[in-house]
């Protein structure tokens, strides 16, 4: 087969989050987050595991960096634990926390593996959750102070910055549905913080370039691509509905279009409306470098006038994943060019694209993860057709680095390339390991 080669300068790595993998929950002045409030909640998580442990990348640091490296990985994205490096959210800052991330952002450089730096990925520290969390407008202050805090110790050596990690699933998730931490299930709530996060993000991103530091900074949105069931207008007119409701709820805002008056209207008829006060919306729209891509499957959308939101989910048509989502390898590349074309074809990095593969090791020790190896390629080709149809991708970073503590899932949901004994905590790379190394090595997959 003929080898589909990515422009050149295109960057290769892999992503991780800090809560799935640090482990050190209490160590080192460590301050607690809402996940470690509530994981261990009886019938929070799946299997009852926690992420007190995680993958001990805290202790393991070097060991991972390594691997990385043997990986012949050019590009990390991590995040850093805000209650590692201040343990009540604002306030005191922990210089032993602070010195965990100088060390791993020193290793990756002597390796020669780019950092990038996600600023929150989920775990916002206890203490703000107390005082409200994302639904109290003071949180776009600490973030802001906490997101300069971050520029100032590590803008020297991080030149690439994600605000926030995928708002859509720590709003809606975590404060509609309540399925993930901080387990709130409040439409009300859920209006506030989907406000409160936006304009977080503008803040950071005005406080990076008010820093002096110079960088790239963006956001990164969970996004589905969404197709029609059927060929009927009122399915198309539903399909569009809900991308109003997710893909353009979330990244409308940030590229200056504001939020679809679909949700707007939505929220105002049910007492929730989203407190936007006078200036916000340019706070929330100043200026990023680049639209962080997360993407794992499809969404098979109908119409359902009888539903308040007039969409509806269709059943799964493709074969199902252990997470329970379709394996559908061509959604990255045709969401690619739907939000290219919607936004006016921005810089793309694709910050998340993996595969759940619940493969267990063999006889001889080994982890034929076949599944995740198809899949991995059918994405990457689709995202190859959207960069030669003009969208402007840079990076992709695989989701994930190792097996991991896979939030509400606990241990029961294996996305990494290299496969972690949750009992030795043993790292063993995959057969799609010694596969990605190869794309990197040719810049390209076979076609």
């Given at each position: 087969m003929p080898l589909l080669t990515f422009p050149d300068g295109f960057q290769w790595g892999a992503a991780t989050a800090a809560y799935q993998i640090e482990g050190a929950c209490r160590e080192d002045n460590r301050g607690l987050s809402i996940w470690d409030t509530f994981t261990h909640q009886p019938g929070t998580i799946q299997d009852g595991a926690t992420g007190d442990v995680a993958c001990d990348h805290y202790h393991r640091m070097q060991e991972d960096v390594d691997l990385m490296a043997g990986l012949g990985l050019?590009?990390?994205?991590?995040?850093?634990?805000?209650?590692?490096?201040?343990?009540?959210?604002?306030?005191?800052?922990?210089?032993k926390g602070l010195a965990f991330y100088d060390r791993l952002i020193d290793a990756l450089l002597a390796k020669n593996i780019e950092p990038m730096l996600t600023l929150y990925h989920w775990d916002l520290p206890q203490s703000l959750q107390d005082l409200g969390g994302w639904a109290n407008r003071s949180i776009t202050d600490w973030f802001a102070d906490y997101a300069n805090l971050m520029f100032e110790r590590y803008g020297d050596r991080v030149k690439k910055w994600v605000t926030l990690n995928e708002p859509y699933i720590f709003t809606d998730i975590g404060h509609r549905r309540g399925v993930m931490a901080p387990g709130i299930r409040d439409l009300a709530i859920y209006g506030r913080t989907i406000h409160h996060a936006h304009l977080a993000h503008g803040k950071a991103v005005q406080a990076l370039r008010a820093s002096g530091k110079g960088g790239e900074i963006g956001i990164t949105n969970a996004n589905s691509s969404y197709e029609p069931a059927d060929d009927t207008p009122e399915t198309a007119a539903a399909v569009e509905l809900a991308r109003d409701f997710d893909s353009r709820l979330f990244h409308g805002p940030v590229f200056g279009k504001g939020y679809p008056q679909s949700v707007l209207d939505y929220h105002d008829a049910r007492n929730a409306s989203l407190p936007i006060e006078e200036g916000d919306m340019a706070i929330i729209a100043s200026p990023t470098d680049f639209l962080g891509t997360n993407l794992y499957s499809r969404s098979l959308i109908q119409a359902s006038p009888g539903r308040g939101v007039g969409f509806a989910f269709a059943a799964p048509r493709l074969p199902l994943l252990p997470m329970g989502y379709e394996a559908a390898p061509h959604a990255l590349g045709d969401f690619v060019r739907w939000v290219s074309k919607e936004y006016g074809y921005p810089k793309i990095y694709i910050t998340e694209n993996g595969v759940c593969d619940n493969t267990e090791p063999g006889p001889d020790g080994q982890v034929n993860d076949a599944t995740r190896v198809e899949l991995l390629g059918g994405f990457l080709k689709g995202l190859h057709g959207a960069i030669n149809d003009g969208c402007d991708v840079r990076a992709f970073y695989q989701w994930s680095l190792y097996d991991n503590f896979e939030w509400a899932f606990g241990n029961t949901k294996r996305f990494g390339m290299v496969y972690t004994d949750f009992d030795s905590l043993k790292r063993i790379p995959k057969r799609s390991a010694a596969w990605y190394s190869e794309v990197i090595r040719r810049n390209g997959v076979e076609g």
């Open positions: 050019q590009a990390y994205r991590f995040s850093v634990s805000w209650s590692r490096v201040m343990p009540f959210g604002k306030g005191a800052i922990n210089e």
